[in-house]
């Protein structure tokens, strides 16, 4: 069984240790859903609390994001067999550090899309050490992801498709990796996702790529290969990993 490391900073005094016990318990979830083994340790005020492995090096970043108000400082980085991610929350002084001997920690996440809220060992981490509200949105959205990333593709669409009747807003939500999600399981919801994305993100290129990947599964040629072009005609030229899978795609339409 694959291992994750995962030391957990803490600058000032927790509040009660029940946080780190839930925090356990979700990552032992997520342990058995990703089939991995995960281990983790407590560092509180530079005193060890609880090791239970030893850390690799830490990734490069970082990105910036907002959760309930508060600001999100995250790092990630993988190679084919291991996998990085950091997660800081400046105004409560807590952070996560989580090192994998597989890339499946943030592979499974996509966190190449820009959303740190797709890790499902972040979230956990936000909620239950952090303290900050849950989002059930978010973690059905991750359940998706995780089904999809082992390829249980029926039950990664129930799940999506449940999510987008309890909360219809997702239609109309600027969520990248959602759009991955829909176009990867083909589901015609990624009309209205995909509208909005590429409106407030017209140059990103991975938002066209899903896209045209939906509609070529769709037999929509012509639009697929529309957008695949807005990708490898960019002025000027992108540098970015979209670029070679759009060209892919393109030779098998022409």
């Given at each position: ?100 001997s597989s890339p499946a920690m943030t592979e499974a996440a996509h966190l190449e899309d820009g959303n740190i809220l797709r890790s499902a060992v972040a979230l956990a981490f936000l909620v239950d050490v952090v303290g ?49 999600l829909l176009a990867d399981l083909h589901l015609p919801a990624i009309e209205s996702v995909a509208t909005v994305v590429l409106m407030k993100h017209p140059d990103l290129p991975a938002a066209w790529l899903y896209y ?43």
């Amino acid at each position: 069984m694959r291992a994750i490391a995962i030391a957990l900073f803490a600058l000032v005094p927790l509040a009660a240790q029940s946080r780190f016990e839930k925090f356990n318990r979700d990552v032992a979830a997520i342990q058995e859903q990703l089939r991995i083994k995960i281990s983790t340790a407590v560092v509180e005020n530079g005193r060890l609390l609880w090791k239970l492995d030893a850390f690799g090096p830490k990734p490069a970043g970082p990105f910036q994001q907002t959760y309930s108000d508060e600001q999100i400082l995250w790092e990630f980085a993988q190679t084919d067999d291991s996998s990085y991610l950091t997660v800081n929350v400046p105004s409560r002084k807590l952070k996560l550090d989580a090192r994998a001997s597989s890339p499946a920690m943030t592979e499974a996440a996509h966190l190449e899309d820009g959303n740190i809220l797709r890790s499902a060992v972040a979230l956990a981490f936000l909620v239950d050490v952090v303290g900050l509200p849950p989002s059930p949105r978010d973690e059905m959205e991750n359940r998706a992801l995780t089904a999809l990333y082992l390829g249980q593709r029926d039950q990664s669409a129930a799940i999506i498709g449940e999510a987008l009747k309890k909360f219809p807003e997702l239609e109309s939500s600027d969520d990248l990796t959602l759009l991955h999600l829909l176009a990867d399981l083909h589901l015609p919801a990624i009309e209205s996702v995909a509208t909005v994305v590429l409106m407030k993100h017209p140059d990103l290129p991975a938002a066209w790529l899903y896209y045209g990947k939906y509609l070529r599964s769709q037999r929509r040629f012509r639009e697929a290969t529309l957008c695949f072009k807005q990708i490898t005609e960019h002025q000027p030229p992108l540098n970015d990993p979209a670029v070679a899978e759009a060209n892919k795609e393109l030779s098998t339409l022409e």
